[in-house]
């Protein structure tokens, strides 16, 4: 009797698996609490500090998540670790809306830390190793595009979900997590990519891309916290304008990455990386030299395109560099230096504001940042693969 092998997913149906993972995992399961955490203290289910430090608990686990995913990859087949990951996020908001005590709300929140941690370390790397390279810089931007469209999908619901109550806000985003792991259901590759055979002319341009990348999570992380606040209070115009320039945000972090995977396949990587690199230092001192308020929204729309934007520019620079399976060991070290430089970049902008209390030296720093992080990036030229 002979076997023949499962048929091949399309690359539509993989594109759309890593989407949703990262809808489920990153924007839903991570950014999601940043508009619900006013709302659980208004209604009294937390003190600030404690909301804060359920925050922190997710960002400490999705490190976690990024450490372990790999070595649960080698003994839990690709699909079924996903697949599994997708669920316990989606049951993990579940749980919060029957408001818990705050022992099992943390556990939660650590549990959905942990799994965006291992759908981002495994899913886009995996991903791109089963595409021909001409296509992968369209698959990931389809898969990164998954953190923007999270971003929007909760910003935009959950106002009139809030208005139904707290519990509400949190079977919504359940709900909406349970869709996008049934449309994450198919796709994935059977295994991650097999570790690689040392290669030394790649090791040193991927650690120089391994602190690149980490630098260069501080940039924006000005925009991701005081965007809304510049325009409301730094220049007047009120709490809708800047709510509305966070939609903005998210539009282009739904949007960003999309078109750089598209320049990325007709230019290579390497350029696009330096030009996405040097837009995004432009962008940020946008309010700086111009305080207007279509200035304002000009720079969200590309600051937030390129947030999600440049992390599948960086993946597959390293692939260029050292092919699929030695860009899916790097992508591990990459999430980790990169959520280490979101947790100092946060720190550092949110004790520099209580002290100037002012945007524009915060734009002018992210800025000079972004400038470091593009003269780190590794010149290397990539081999023939």
């Known amino acids: 009797?002979?076997?023949?092998?499962?048929?091949?997913?399309?690359?539509?149906?993989?594109?759309?698996?890593?989407?949703?993972?990262?809808?489920?995992?990153?924007?839903?399961?991570?950014?999601?609490?940043?508009?619900?955490?006013?709302?659980?203290?208004?209604?009294?289910?937390?003190?600030?500090?404690?909301?804060?430090?359920?925050?922190?608990?997710?960002?400490?686990?999705?490190?976690?998540?990024?450490?372990?995913?790999?070595?649960?990859?080698?003994?839990?087949?690709?699909?079924?670790?996903?697949?599994?990951?997708?669920?316990?996020?989606?049951?993990?908001?579940?749980?919060?809306?029957?408001?818990?005590?705050?022992?099992?709300?943390?556990?939660?929140?650590?549990?959905?830390?942990?799994?965006?941690?291992?759908?981002?370390?495994?899913?886009?790397?995996?991903?791109?190793?089963?595409?021909?390279?001409?296509?992968?810089?369209?698959?990931?931007?389809?898969?990164?595009?998954?953190?923007?469209?999270?971003?929007?999908?909760?910003?935009?619901?959950?106002?009139?979900?809030?208005?139904?109550?707290?519990?509400?806000?949190?079977?919504?985003?359940a709900g909406a997590a349970a869709a996008f792991t049934a449309i994450g259901w198919r796709g994935w590759p059977p295994s991650p990519p097999p570790p690689p055979p040392h290669d030394g002319t790649a090791a040193q341009p991927l650690r120089w891309l391994v602190i690149a990348y980490g630098v260069n999570a501080i940039p924006v992380i000005p925009h991701m916290i005081l965007i809304s606040d510049y325009v409301a209070r730094g220049l007047g115009t009120g709490i809708a304008a800047g709510s509305?320039?966070?939609?903005?945000?998210?539009?282009?972090?739904?949007?960003?990455?999309?078109?750089?995977?598209?320049?990325?396949?007709?230019?290579?990587?390497?350029?696009?990386?330096?030009?996405?690199?040097?837009?995004?230092?432009?962008?940020?001192?946008f309010p700086v030299l111009l305080p207007t308020v279509p200035t304002a929204f000009v720079s969200a729309l590309v600051v937030g395109s390129l947030t999600p934007g440049i992390p599948p520019l960086v993946l597959n620079r390293a692939v260029e560099l050292a092919g699929p399976a030695g860009a899916a060991r790097f992508w591990r070290a990459a999430t980790i230096a990169f959520a280490l430089g979101q947790a100092f970049g946060a720190w550092g902008t949110a004790a520099a504001f209580a002290w100037l209390e002012r945007h524009p030296p915060l734009f002018v720093a992210g800025a000079v940042m972004a400038v470091i992080s593009l003269g780190l990036l590794p010149r290397d030229r990539a081999p023939d693969r």
């Open 244 to 285: 509305a320039a966070f939609v903005v945000y998210g539009i282009g972090a739904a949007m960003g990455p999309i078109a750089g995977g598209w320049i990325g396949d007709r230019l290579g990587f390497r350029r696009t990386l330096d030009l996405a690199v040097m837009v995004q230092a432009s962008a940020i001192l």
């Open 1 to 173: 009797m002979s076997h023949t092998a499962p048929p091949r997913p399309s690359i539509l149906t993989s594109a759309l698996a890593g989407l949703a993972a990262l809808v489920v995992g990153l924007g839903l399961g991570r950014f999601a609490y940043t508009p619900l955490l006013p709302a659980l203290v208004t209604a009294g289910w937390f003190t600030p500090g404690e909301a804060a430090g359920l925050g922190a608990a997710n960002l400490i686990s999705y490190l976690a998540g990024a450490m372990i995913a790999r070595p649960l990859g080698r003994v839990v087949a690709l699909p079924v670790l996903m697949r599994g990951s997708m669920l316990a996020t989606a049951a993990s908001l579940l749980v919060c809306g029957f408001k818990p005590g705050l022992v099992v709300f943390g556990t939660m929140r650590a549990l959905a830390g942990v799994t965006g941690g291992v759908l981002m370390v495994l899913g886009p790397p995996s991903l791109l190793a089963a595409v021909p390279p001409a296509r992968r810089g369209r698959m990931g931007g389809i898969v990164f595009a998954g953190v923007g469209i999270g971003i929007v999908a909760a910003s935009s619901a959950l106002p009139a979900l809030l208005r139904e109550g707290v519990p509400t806000a949190w079977f919504g985003l």
